[in-house]
């Protein structure tokens, strides 16, 4: 294949189409459901009706005119890129970031792939014993993440379509209130849009974590979990009160010494995060909360928020 060619069309740099094609290789790829079956699929992983009805009109018919070849192969290689690492539990970007603009084969063309891989991770998680219920709960995340970068006007994307190739891996478990990360000796929790984060619904999903891995994954040894969020940076606590979710969440972890994080702005991912946008001017941000106050109000102060790390044994 003309590499340079193929990334001209995709309106991506080359060298993004030359990780792909290194990454697949010959690899397996992995076939989409049948179309027929794609609603109830979409259903049961979450995803809202005006985005199904995105999905489903961009379907890579065999005789779309929407699906130039380099857009399948795109689509076929990031499937065999994914697969490949069936098992992993690291960041893995499936393929380059699109010009989503040009229609709905390119906004979501990472959703199909998630949707081919979706026979492929229950498979490894019925290898592993994981409930169905926890498999579906948690591979509907795609659902909250595509209604989330709608509210977003198509923002978040860039960052969702790698986040996702953790569930679709195997990598990570929605249990309860937290998601839950295997890594090597500690398990990375994340806070999905899920409701308060009260205590006892941390507490149970903790629980059910310590049981979870020793069960279906008994040659991996945890000693801690671990966390990685501008939701532990201790400047909160000038503004929340002490008895809030938040700072009481802080409060399980020893952080690690601060280090400015390579490549992420911790005042983007709080903006991220706590008002869904990236471009809306401070002054604009609506202020409905005491956490929306605070951090609008630290960063018109000129002040920074920080991400920090930390971790507490199992």
């Not at 259903?43 to 380099?70: F, H, K, N, Q, Y």
């Amino acid at each position: 294949m003309d590499l340079d060619d193929t990334a001209a069309r995709l309106g991506v740099p080359v060298e993004d189409v030359d990780r792909v094609h290194r990454l697949a290789g010959d690899r397996p790829s992995a076939p989409l459901p049948a179309k027929a079956d794609a609603p109830a699929i979409l259903d049961r992983l979450a995803v809202r009706p005006d985005d199904a009805a995105e999905i489903m009109a961009g379907w890579p018919d065999p005789d779309s005119p929407l699906w130039t070849p380099e857009l399948r192969w795109l689509l076929d290689r990031s499937i065999a890129l994914i697969r490949a690492d069936l098992g992993g539990h690291g960041w893995l970007p499936p393929g380059p970031e699109l010009p989503r603009e040009r229609g709905p084969a390119w906004r979501h063309l990472y959703v199909y792939a998630y949707l081919a891989l979706v026979d492929v991770v229950t498979g490894y998680h019925r290898d592993h014993g994981v409930a169905d219920a926890v498999s579906w709960l948690t591979l509907a995340d795609l659902g909250r993440n595509l209604a989330i970068d709608r509210r977003m006007h198509r923002e978040g994307w860039p960052v969702m379509q790698s986040w996702l190739t953790l569930h679709a891996r195997g990598g990570l478990y929605e249990l309860g209130r937290l998601q839950h990360q295997r890594g090597d000796t500690a398990i990375d929790l994340h806070i999905p849009e899920a409701g308060p984060l009260n205590p006892e619904a941390v507490a149970a999903s903790l629980d059910e974590a310590r049981a979870f891995f020793p069960r279906h994954f008994p040659d991996e040894r945890y000693t801690a979990f671990s966390c990685g969020s501008w939701l532990l940076d201790p400047q909160l606590q000038e503004y929340l009160p002490g008895d809030s979710n938040i700072v009481r969440f802080q409060r399980r972890f020893e952080l690690e010494p601060y280090e400015e994080p390579e490549g992420l702005d911790a005042d983007v991912e709080v903006l991220r995060f706590a008002f869904r946008t990236l471009t809306t001017p401070l002054d604009q941000l609506p202020l409905r909360t005491v956490l929306q106050r605070a951090i609008v109000d630290h960063l018109k102060a000129g002040r920074h928020w920080h991400w920090r790390r930390g971790r507490f044994p199992i």
